[in-house]
């Protein structure tokens, strides 16, 4: 019980580490190196871990009282990652964008009006508060992991070398196609638009793919958009192969080319060699007319993207790949012929999502009731569709007006 806690933890440890990098921006505050250390001090518990349950297992009491402290320490652990999760979640529905706050690039600051840069630097405080507070907590586990680590020397446990180095970074969840159109609210004008260009026709002469990308900030809803594409009759009846693959952050050519691939309606089981997934790309897609999405695409580098490129070029004229991605210059970067801004919903549209999941299955009282101040709290979500789907989960459990008052009165959002 306790070994899966703490290989929890270190995957998220090395999730926020790799995602501070991500952001082009320095541990502050201490974080960095307190992390490297808490990172530290679980590998090493974690490598005797086996040895220690099984002697809890033998009833040794010193052991079970070692591995009560540990699991104590770890379930802090779990409260201060899951306070660092919010803490940026209250940040995207302030409007205030990770990959930009903390640092405005000096070509950029240029054309940036006053009033942007003066929002970026309030951004970049509330980062560093963020990152500071998260400093202090993680160094007061550590003061008690070091503790626990220098006790288990005197326990002799058994070590296992593998167990401390295996330590996995999680994977980001894998968006699919399908989709509960009951759940989508606004949005027309976006979906309008993107249907008229997936449904174009593509002159002959047209150099190159027709690449179409959606554009905005994590959980404002791109995927959804793309998957309303995908699944839309008009569409499926306009292309012979309609595919879907999740890219992620991490660009792995050999996953994406087997999606592809099964895409197409051919198994991929056995092809391993890159070249030989290209072929049998190009091979089944010569002159056809297909739509292919690629979510959640964070990579531009055409390097690594031109073999797929090549082969798709072989397809019929008319194909269309559509692209989601929260960064333009990767849509830019890939060919993007058209590009779609995908803006926060207006105030009722996301109360009109809000509404929707909150209040299914409630009954007429708790609406007339709830609704004031669920409408107070749909404000506060700033139009993001995600941040309305979290607070959802929390209202979902909640059926009175103090209950509610609370969420709308929360330190959450300030």
């Given at each position: 019980?306790?070994?899966?806690?703490?290989?929890?933890?270190?995957?998220?440890?090395?999730?926020?580490?790799?995602?501070?990098?991500?952001?082009?921006?320095?541990?502050?505050?201490?974080?960095?190196?307190?992390?490297?250390?808490?990172?530290?001090?679980?590998?090493?518990?974690?490598?005797?871990?086996?040895?220690?349950?099984?002697?809890?297992?033998?009833?040794?009491?010193?052991?079970?009282?070692?591995?009560?402290?540990?699991?104590?320490?770890?379930?802090?652990?779990?409260?201060v990652?899951?306070?660092?999760?919010?803490?940026?979640?209250?940040?995207?529905?302030?409007?205030?964008?990770?990959?930009?706050?903390?640092?405005?690039?000096?070509?950029?600051?240029?054309?940036?009006?006053?009033?942007?840069a003066?929002?970026?630097?309030?951004?970049?405080?509330?980062?560093?508060?963020?990152?500071?507070?998260i400093a202090v907590k993680?160094?007061?586990?550590?003061?008690?992991?070091?503790?626990?680590?220098?006790?288990?020397?005197?326990?002799?446990?058994?070590?296992?070398?593998?167990?401390?180095?295996?330590?996995?970074?999680?994977?980001?969840?894998?968006?699919?196609?399908?989709?509960?159109?009951?759940?989508?609210?606004?949005?027309?004008?976006?979906?309008?638009?993107?249907?008229?260009?997936?449904?174009?026709?593509?002159?002959?002469?047209?150099?190159?793919?027709?690449?179409?990308?959606?554009v905005?900030?994590?959980?404002?809803?791109?995927?959804?958009?793309?998957?309303?594409?995908?699944?839309?009759?008009?569409?499926?009846?306009n292309?012979?192969?309609v595919?879907?693959?999740?890219v992620?952050?991490?660009?792995?050519?050999i996953?994406?080319?087997?999606?592809?691939?099964?895409?197409?309606?051919?198994?991929?089981?056995?092809?391993?060699e890159?070249?030989?997934?290209m072929?049998?790309?190009?091979?089944?897609?010569?002159?056809k007319k297909?739509?292919?999405?690629?979510?959640d695409?964070?990579?531009?580098?055409?390097?690594?993207w031109?073999?797929?490129?090549?082969?798709?070029?072989?397809?019929?004229?008319e194909?269309?790949i559509?692209?989601?991605?929260?960064?333009?210059?990767?849509?830019?970067?890939?060919?993007?012929?058209?590009?779609?801004p995908?803006?926060?919903?207006?105030?009722?549209?996301?109360?009109?999502?809000?509404?929707?999941?909150?209040?299914?299955?409630?009954?007429?009282?708790?609406?007339?009731?709830?609704?004031?101040?669920?409408?107070?709290?749909?404000?506060k979500?700033?139009?993001?569709?995600?941040?309305?789907?979290?607070?959802?989960?929390?209202?979902?459990?909640?059926?009175?007006?103090?209950?509610?008052?609370?969420?709308?009165?929360?330190?959450?959002?300030?």
């Amino acid at each position: 019980m306790v070994d899966a806690i703490v290989s929890s933890l270190l995957g998220q440890l090395t999730s926020v580490a790799a995602d501070e990098v991500k952001q082009h921006v320095r541990l502050v505050t201490g974080v960095g190196e307190e992390v490297k250390k808490l990172t530290s001090n679980l590998r090493a518990i974690r490598a005797v871990l086996e040895d220690a349950e099984k002697r809890q297992m033998q009833r040794d009491n010193a052991v079970t009282f070692w591995l009560d402290q540990l699991r104590d320490a770890s379930y802090d652990m779990e409260d201060v990652l899951d306070e660092w999760t919010t803490a940026r979640l209250k940040l995207q529905i302030e409007g205030i964008d990770d990959d930009n706050a903390l640092a405005l690039a000096p070509h950029k600051k240029k054309v940036r009006s006053f009033f942007c840069a003066v929002s970026n630097c309030f951004g970049s405080f509330k980062q560093l508060c963020l990152r500071h507070d998260i400093a202090v907590k993680i160094r007061e586990i550590n003061g008690k992991l070091d503790d626990i680590a220098s006790q288990k020397d005197k326990f002799n446990f058994k070590f296992d070398e593998n167990v401390s180095n295996n330590v996995k970074k999680p994977e980001r969840v894998r968006t699919i196609s399908l989709i509960d159109e009951g759940e989508v609210c606004g949005r027309v004008e976006e979906k309008n638009e993107l249907l008229s260009k997936l449904l174009c026709e593509s002159s002959e002469q047209q150099k190159g793919l027709h690449v179409i990308s959606l554009v905005g900030l994590g959980g404002i809803g791109k995927t959804t958009l793309a998957q309303l594409a995908y699944n839309n009759d008009e569409v499926k009846r306009n292309f012979e192969k309609v595919i879907w693959v999740c890219v992620s952050d991490t660009f792995e050519e050999i996953r994406v080319a087997k999606a592809i691939i099964e895409g197409l309606g051919v198994s991929a089981s056995g092809l391993s060699e890159f070249e030989s997934l290209m072929k049998q790309i190009q091979e089944y897609i010569t002159r056809k007319k297909f739509f292919l999405v690629l979510d959640d695409v964070w990579d531009g580098d055409y390097k690594k993207w031109n073999p797929f490129f090549s082969c798709l070029k072989n397809g019929h004229h008319e194909s269309k790949i559509l692209i989601t991605t929260r960064d333009r210059s990767v849509a830019l970067q890939l060919g993007s012929i058209d590009i779609i801004p995908v803006k926060e919903l207006a105030e009722e549209e996301c109360w009109s999502l809000l509404e929707r999941l909150a209040f299914f299955r409630r009954s007429v009282d708790d609406h007339e009731k709830l609704e004031p101040i669920g409408r107070k709290i749909a404000h506060k979500c700033k139009g993001l569709p995600l941040a309305a789907k979290v607070i959802w989960n929390l209202l979902r459990s909640k059926s009175t007006v103090k209950e509610w008052q609370r969420i709308l009165d929360s330190e959450m959002w300030k």
